[in-house]
């Protein structure tokens, strides 16, 4: 039974949208000032229809790049860094400038992965952009490439949207690139049986194996990093769809298509799984990186995979790493494979010292006491296989 026009409002409220910057570029690194205004245009557009809609942008080094002359993105790091600085000024004053000839404005956020990692920080910036939202004002948000190196040689803004799209609960993720979708096998090798693969219901392994297509010279990311990025949105409840930037009123006529329901003729849309994460386990899953590992025993294991159990002392085997009370840590079997991941409640100094023993020991071997677990069930997720939770 089709949807009713309220129905699909509320399914689509809000939209996050994500555009890279080989769609914002020209081929000699100079802003494409068309696509932009069409960008601001169609951003308003849905703000028209009653939709909220925040954007993830990439482009700032390429706008430096042109800026500055640049025909090919440097490789070294301050130069990058250098490029993001003069770039950033410019792109968000040109969204600003076309967003208020048709009577928006936006505002720039700029993020780094220990503003996610950071609980804190992580809810700090969702109550700035919800704020946002309840002002009427759209959120441009990039990474703060001018001062963070990791970012730059390792990040891409696939993974910052989906991340923002979960972080704000969003209903919908567009990321807007330079070819029409995923295709069945790699368009820049293929050379016949190629085809674009309209709808994903179930993410599996395969999907990895064909996504190679190397970004372009102006972006970081490819295909790969779109394939995880939908994994992040699909499993937080998120549709995601990945659709041709290039094309005219590429946004409006992708909401018109989900809308419709039954005809996925517009790039790769990802549907999401029916059980999703909690904002916690989100968190957890796709926020954080881990500072050190806990090898466990198979009783351990047992308890923690199958019968939803917290960590104990005693299934600890051994501790790798050095971290502190509240860190990320991996859960590893005895095989070596990852099982889980959570929030110790001890130092690994700690941990070490009380690894083996009964939890009626830890206050006569380390002389105080947090708690029994040094994993608590809801501070960790299960990473293995069928019980996978992220």
């Not at 720039?108 to 920080?121: A, F, K, V």
């Not at 509240?326 to 700690?350: F, H």
């Amino acid at each position: 039974m089709k949807q009713t026009g309220s129905e699909q409002q509320k399914r689509f409220n809000r939209i996050v949208v994500k555009v890279g910057s080989n769609i914002l570029t020209h081929a000699n690194g100079k802003l494409n000032l068309t696509r932009i205004d069409q960008l601001a245009r169609q951003l308003v557009d849905i703000k028209n229809q009653g939709r909220e809609v925040l954007l993830v942008s990439s482009g700032a080094i390429g706008a430096g790049m042109g800026e500055i002359g640049f025909s090919e993105r440097p490789k070294i790091v301050k130069e990058q860094q250098a490029l993001a600085a003069i770039g950033q000024g410019l792109l968000i004053g040109l969204y600003n400038k076309f967003l208020g000839e048709y009577g928006e404005r936006g505002a720039q956020i700029l993020l780094t992965d220990s503003d996610l990692e950071n609980r804190t920080r992580y809810l700090n910036a969702f109550n700035t952009m919800t704020t946002l939202l309840d002002y009427g004002v759209i959120p441009i948000i990039n990474e703060n490439d001018t001062i963070v190196t990791e970012e730059i040689e390792f990040g891409d803004n696939d993974n910052l949207s989906a991340r923002v799209a979960g972080l704000v609960e969003a209903d919908l993720l567009i990321n807007l690139t330079d070819i029409k979708g995923l295709y069945n096998k790699n368009p820049d090798e293929a050379e016949e049986d190629l085809q674009l693969i309209s709808k994903v219901e179930k993410l599996g392994p395969e999907l990895a194996g064909i996504a190679e297509t190397k970004g372009s010279k102006f972006g970081v990311g490819g295909m790969k990093a779109k394939i995880e990025a939908a994994r992040i949105a699909v499993e937080s409840g998120i549709t995601m769809v990945i659709g041709p930037g290039y094309e005219k009123n590429i946004l409006l006529d992708i909401i018109e298509m989900l809308e419709e329901g039954d005809n996925y003729n517009i790039g790769t849309t990802f549907l999401p799984e029916k059980d999703t994460l909690s904002k916690r386990k989100q968190w957890l899953c796709f926020n954080l990186t881990p500072r050190g590992e806990l090898i466990v025993d198979r009783g351990a294991e047992r308890a923690l995979v199958e019968r939803h159990k917290s960590l104990l002392p005693g299934g600890i085997t051994e501790v790798k790493g050095n971290f502190n009370k509240g860190d990320l840590v991996s859960i590893i079997n005895p095989n070596g494979e990852e099982i889980g991941k959570g929030l110790v409640s001890y130092s690994s100094r700690a941990v070490k010292k009380i690894k083996g023993h009964h939890t009626s020991e830890i206050m006569d071997i380390l002389g105080y006491f947090n708690q029994h677990e040094v994993l608590q069930r809801d501070n960790l997720v299960i990473t293995e296989g069928s019980k996978n939770e992220c």
